[in-house]
Nanobody, 119 residues
Framework: QVQLVESGGGLVQPGGSLRLSCAASGFTFSNAAMNWYRQAPGKERELVATITETHRPLYYPDSVKGRFTISRDNAEKAVYLQMNSLKVEDTAVYYC????????????WGRGTQVTVSS
């Protein structure tokens, strides 16, 4: 069964940094693009980063460009999100996501990790 487990969230001050991790299992990790989404209270879930199976960052919205970096380690079956220069508006639950082709592109989600940016 596909499992995605996020970690690394917490409380930080504006301008601080966090590194989120997602440990993946249950599918062929090296063949799948991976995504990070976030959702703030009262707002729609939004895509914040995508990385292809060839280790190429594919997407960052303007709100996080230059501050967030997605990466992956196929040996560890993990995807990471380095977040720098954090802003209050980055406060959200952050979710790891995958749509494995070998599983007919069904969406799989982790439980999420809370990121709170506050002074």
């Amino acid at each position: 069964q596909v499992q995605l487990v996020e970690s690394g969230g917490g409380l930080v001050q504006p301008g601080g940094s966090l590194r989120l991790s997602c440990a993946a299992s249950g599918f062929t990790f090296s063949n799948a693009a991976m995504n990070w989404y976030r959702q703030a209270p009262g707002k729609e879930r939004e895509l914040v980063a995508t990385i292809t199976e060839t280790h190429r960052p594919l997407y960052y919205p303007d709100s996080v460009k230059g501050r967030f970096t997605i990466s992956r380690d196929n040996a560890e079956k993990a995807v990471y999100l380095q977040m720098n220069s954090l802003k209050v508006e980055d406060t959200a639950v952050y979710y790891c996501n995958v749509r494995p082709g070998e599983l007919r592109y069904r969406d799989y989600w982790g439980r999420g990790t809370q990121v709170t940016v506050s002074s």
